[in-house]
């Protein structure tokens, strides 16, 4: 029984590796399609000062709305294209939309705000990626500064001599960077010592363990402290509780992000509530949870 028992497991293993190749390559090949079909989108999540509750930007968000799949988490659709010519064609629509989204905000009266957005390694080591951005800017006659890229530690170290110098380059024409998820990648302060960074991004993980662990609590705290020695400043993701945002608060972290203070909303959405949400500059839902 227990041999009958091992051959099914094996059995099935390979049932499920073999299915999810197949929705691998499936998902590899509608990449290219949807691309083609309009099916991509941008959810905005604000970034707001926590001190003051101040609208500072939002986190654009890639969306796949699939005809028949329906939403497919980038979490899932990013790691399958993320060294494919999709990843590369993709990037260059998010980045573009970026400078689009800035504009829009502009003609409804959100001027100054900044747009993050996230980077693969792949689309980073590109070398078309510069020239584009420098065409961009003068397109959309766009300062830089409000354009944020987002890397993880994990792109960093892909190819630590290359990013280096591709980041200088941008942050000389003016972008600005953060490092994302952080703490959950090879983290080196040295790294972080070299490279033009102005922002770091604590990862949701730390934060969602910050009120039972006591050991997230410290790293966040005492990540939050170096981060603000080091000059730069500090996003906390994933801020879930009214709690949180109070310790963070107390921990003198600078920004926060997450859905307690906002979900991702669609460009739309975020067009249409912005003159309602926001008065004077402040995001004045700050006490609330939506849906
Ligand atoms: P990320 O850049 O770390 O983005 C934060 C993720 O946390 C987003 O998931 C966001 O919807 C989610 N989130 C925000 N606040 C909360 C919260 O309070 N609680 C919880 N549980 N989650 C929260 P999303 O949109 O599913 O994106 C997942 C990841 O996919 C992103 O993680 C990023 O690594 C990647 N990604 C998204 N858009 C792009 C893109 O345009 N290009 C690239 N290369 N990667 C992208
Ligand atoms: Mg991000
Ligand atoms: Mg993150
Ligand atoms: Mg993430």
Redesign the pocket.
């Known amino acids: 029984a227990a041999k009958d028992a091992g051959g099914n497991r094996v059995c099935e293993f390979n049932h499920e590796m073999l299915s999810k190749a197949l929705r691998r390559i499936e998902i590899e090949n509608e990449v290219r399609a949807a691309f083609k079909n309009d099916e991509f989108s941008f959810?905005l999540?604000a970034q707001v000062e926590i001190a003051t509750g101040k609208l500072v930007g939002f986190?654009?968000?890639?969306r796949w709305i699939h005809p028949q799949r329906g939403f497919v988490?980038?979490?899932e659709f990013?790691p399958i294209i993320e060294n494919s010519e999709s990843m590369i064609d993709l990037?260059y629509w998010?980045l573009k939309r970026a400078f689009i989204i800035l504009e829009k905000l502009d003609e409804i009266g959100f001027s100054g705000l900044k747009v993050a957005?996230?980077?693969?390694a792949s689309?980073f080591l590109d070398p078309q990626l510069i020239p584009f951005l420098k065409e961009q800017l003068v397109a959309f006659s766009r300062d830089a500064e409000q354009i944020e890229l987002?890397l993880t530690e994990r792109t960093v170290v892909a190819d630590i001599e290359q990013t280096l110098d591709t980041m200088q380059q941008l942050r000389t024409l003016g972008f600005t960077f953060s490092i994302?998820?952080f703490g959950t990648g090879y983290s080196s302060l040295a790294y972080l010592k070299q490279m033009p960074v102005e922002i770091i991004k604590i990862d949701?993980s730390f934060i969602s363990g910050m009120q039972d662990d006591n050991a997230d609590m410290k790293i966040v705290s005492s990540t939050i402290a170096m981060v603000n020695k080091l000059g730069m400043q500090v996003v906390a993701?994933?801020?879930?509780t009214a709690e949180q945002l109070q310790m963070l608060a107390t921990m003198q972290c600078e920004i926060g992000?997450?859905?307690?203070i906002s979900r991702?909303v669609s460009e739309k959405d975020l067009y249409d509530l912005l003159p309602l949400k926001v008065s004077n500059g402040i995001w004045i839902d700050l006490s609330k949870t939506e849906n």
Request: net charge negative; proline share 7%; no cysteine.
């Open positions: 959810a999540q986190e654009a968000l890639i988490s980038p979490d990013i990037g998010g957005v996230n980077l693969s689309q987002e994302d998820d949701r993701e994933g801020i879930e992000q997450g859905y307690f991702p």
